[in-house]
């Protein structure tokens, strides 16, 4: 039987992570192998001529699952009909740049690409937000689509995540396949929390495994959380190919549910949960099946925890307080 093409729009597809991205969408990662995928590209008009070129590369892959590619400068064209937009394009951080300084700069973009979902996309609708800074980003969309499910829209910390199985498998020396429930908390910043106090290692309480709070404070969690400044030092530009792989490890688990026992991060609407205000993108751990996620409940918050998640959603309100002022929301 043949299946109808989903279709998933990218934004930035000219870019350094369009450029990982979209040969791994085309060969079938994102959703599963056998779904066909159509792609909308959407680039700035100056950049519609790489994007043309990237295009002609997929051609030239012969990838049997990819049934058409089309590019446009034009936000409403591009996600008309869209079952899944990954917002990729944004202007990314450089040396000396701190997140707090692209607030203004990217978040007039992701306004008309909010309208435009809520104008056009499929009633489906998924919305991953990579371009950083990428909660409050996801945060300026989704309050520009009243017409779509807040719950759609999501913003990465994906990439924070696969960092801290990482660390956390070097550390222990086992595979990060050993590895289950870690958690990154908060926003996509130097502030979020990784946090390994329910995470387990071959089925043990993976802190209590390690037992040792001076690695855990003094070299885990500045290590992950600043890993993309430490990338952007060492490459001179940001990274791209670790990205695009969490960006498709993050749609392929919402479409398609996480393991039994298991739990993701990812930066959702939240719900109050955890205390962390209702409304506001913060990264919690969540598991996914049907298409559809749901914030892990009923796990315990000791102080150390507390102090940092509390910390990284206090510069999620000042960055939604920084757009409000702006009139970006
Ligand atoms: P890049 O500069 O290589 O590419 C960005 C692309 O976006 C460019 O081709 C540009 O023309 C395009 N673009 C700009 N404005 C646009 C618009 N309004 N509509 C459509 N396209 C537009 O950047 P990159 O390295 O690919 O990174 C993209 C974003 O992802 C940056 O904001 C970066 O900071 C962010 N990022 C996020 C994570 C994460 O974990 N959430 C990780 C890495 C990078
Ligand atoms: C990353 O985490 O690698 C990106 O968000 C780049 C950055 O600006 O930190």
């Not at 719950?151 to 990482?166: G, K, P, V, Y």
């Not at 913060?282 to 559809?292: C, I, L, N, W, Y």
Request: proline share 4%; charged share 20%.
């Amino acid at each position: 039987m043949t299946r109808t093409p989903v279709t998933v729009t990218v934004t930035g597809a000219a870019g350094q992570i369009g450029y990982a991205l979209l040969f791994r969408i085309a060969s079938g990662h994102l959703l599963g192998e056998g779904v066909p995928v159509r792609l909308r590209l959407l680039e700035i008009p100056q950049a519609v001529k790489a994007a043309e070129g990237t295009a002609m590369e997929l051609d030239d892959c012969a990838f049997p699952l990819l049934s058409g590619i089309d590019i446009f400068d034009d936000a409403g064209k591009a996600f008309e009909g869209a079952n899944v937009a990954l917002l990729v394009g944004a202007r990314p951080r450089t040396k000396g740049m701190e997140r707090g300084d692209l607030l203004e700069a990217n978040g007039g973009i992701f306004k008309p690409q909010g309208e435009a979902i809520n104008a056009g996309a499929a009633d489906d609708i998924k919305v991953l937000v990579v371009g950083n800074p990428a909660n409050t980003n996801a945060l300026i969309a989704q309050q520009h689509a009243p017409d779509v499910p807040a719950e759609r829209f999501t913003a990465m910390t994906r990439l924070d995540h696969n960092r801290a199985l990482a660390q956390l498998s070097k550390k222990a020396g086992v595979s990060v396949s050993d590895i289950r429930r870690m958690t990154i908390w908060g926003n996509h910043s130097a502030t979020q929390y990784p946090d390994i106090f329910h995470a387990e290692i071959a089925g043990k309480n993976a802190a209590e495994t390690v037992n040792d709070q001076n690695w855990l404070e003094n070299d885990f969690i500045p290590t992950v959380a600043k890993r993309g400044a430490a990338i952007i030092e060492a490459r001179g530009a940001s990274s791209a190919a670790s990205a695009a792989s969490a960006a498709i490890d993050h749609v392929h688990t919402w479409v398609n549910g996480t393991a039994d026992g298991d739990w993701t991060s990812m930066a959702v609407v939240s719900d109050g949960s955890y205390g962390v205000a209702e409304g506001l993108i913060s990264s919690f751990p969540v598991t996914a099946k049907d298409g559809k996620w749901e914030i892990v409940q009923g796990l315990e918050i000791d102080d150390f925890s507390r102090a940092r998640i509390d910390a990284s959603v206090a510069e999620l309100s000042e960055e939604r307080d920084a757009v409000r002022k702006l009139g970006l929301i």
